[in-house]
T-cell receptor, first 112, second 116 residues
């Protein structure tokens, strides 16, 4: 089955700096890679996703890149703000399987 | 307009008891899920139903039994609760576009289960 590794486990940045979170996956059949943000006491919320036929996707301050050959994908947040502070999860879904395999999460703290 | 709702939000109970968590989605999705998040925040799939049919059943003790009375509801019943069952349980739903294509999974707010 799929295995997703995520780094770093914690990340502290100054407001306005960029933050990068990296994930690797094991199954080359995986073809959908979402990123979720989880705020304290809430359920995960999708912030951006990418499919395996695309190398990069951007949505305002958030971007995701995918390297299928190396089997890794990354989340980039630019101009970080205190409200970006949360736990971020990467995930992958194998073709033919209908559930997400999550990474272990990254706690992002943006210092004002 | 809650998309995925769960009840209760908090559940505190004694070892050995039986409890249920309810989930409802009003998004018209055909697939629903139960995930477990442990104390280290690790999220793992437990079950998935598509059109009321069980399609994923991970290695979960038989004490856990999901039930889907209709496409909009997926309940989780847990028998003989153990200390290790303490966690946050999330319900989610999605609409499968096609067998090999996926759409966003929407998560509920979670149910924090504490077994004493």
């Amino acid at each position: 089955g799929e295995n997703v590794e995520q780094h770093p486990s914690t990340l502290s940045v100054q407001e306005g700096d960029s933050a990068v979170i990296k994930c690797t996956y094991s199954d080359s059949a995986s073809n959908y890679f979402p990123w979720y943000k989880q705020e304290l006491g809430k359920g995960p919320q999708l912030i951006i996703d990418i499919r395996s036929n695309v190398g990069e996707k951007k949505d305002q301050r958030i971007a995701v890149t995918l390297n299928k050959t190396a089997k890794h994908f990354s989340l980039h947040i630019t101009e970080t703000q205190p409200e970006d502070s949360a736990v971020y999860f990467c995930a992958a879904i194998e073709r033919g399987r209908r559930a997400l395999t999550f990474g272990s999460g990254t706690r992002l703290q943006v210092q004002p | 307009d809650t998309a995925v709702s769960q009840t209760p939000k908090y559940l505190v109970t004694q070892m050995g008891n039986d409890k249920s968590i309810k989930c409802e989605q009003n998004l018209g999705h055909d697939t629903m899920y139960w995930y477990k998040q442990d104390s280290k925040k690790f999220l793992k799939i437990m079950f998935s139903y598509n059109n009321k049919e069980l399609i994923i059943n991970e290695t979960v003790p038989n004490r856990f039994s999901p039930k889907s009375p209709d496409k909009a509801h997926l309940n989780l019943h847990i028998n003989s609760l153990e200390l290790g069952d303490s966690a946050v349980y999330f319900c989610a739903s999605s609409q499968l576009l096609a067998f090999s294509s996926y759409n966003e999974q929407f998560f509920g707010p979670g149910t924090r289960l504490t077994v004493l």
